[in-house]
Nanobody, 117 residues
């Protein structure tokens, strides 16, 4: 079992920045990758960025060059630094942990990010 708690969402003007945090607890040594996904109203949940235990990163095209995913293993926390935010980045952002050995995915409760134009 893995528990994920997100924080850092909020309201920001276009062009601004926010940093999301996701603190993991539980069976953290079984986590192979963590990531951020988002879901806008009326749309499907989509990948934003992922980072593996080896720190390899992957970004969705719409956020490349603007968002940075990182992790602090000492704090069991993953971050998403979001810069140059656009109104289309408005969504609920969810933290995800993937455990390949048991083929499991865990999700946080989500944090709202709203970008005003």
């Amino acid at each position: 079992q893995v528990q994920l708690v997100e924080s850092g969402g909020g309201l920001v003007q276009a062009g601004g920045s926010l940093r999301l945090s996701c603190a993991a607890s539980g069976s953290i040594f079984s986590i192979n990758a963590m990531g951020w996904y988002r879901q806008a109203p009326g749309k499907q949940r989509e990948l934003v960025a992922t980072i593996t235990s080896g720190r390899s990163t992957n970004y969705a095209d719409p956020v490349k060059g603007r968002f940075i995913i990182s992790r602090d293993n000492a704090k069991n926390t993953v971050y998403l630094q979001m810069n140059s935010l656009k109104p289309e980045d408005t969504a609920v952002y969810y933290c995800n942990a993937r455990l390949d050995l048991v083929k499991a995915n865990y999700w946080g409760q989500g944090t709202q990010v709203t970008v005003s134009s």
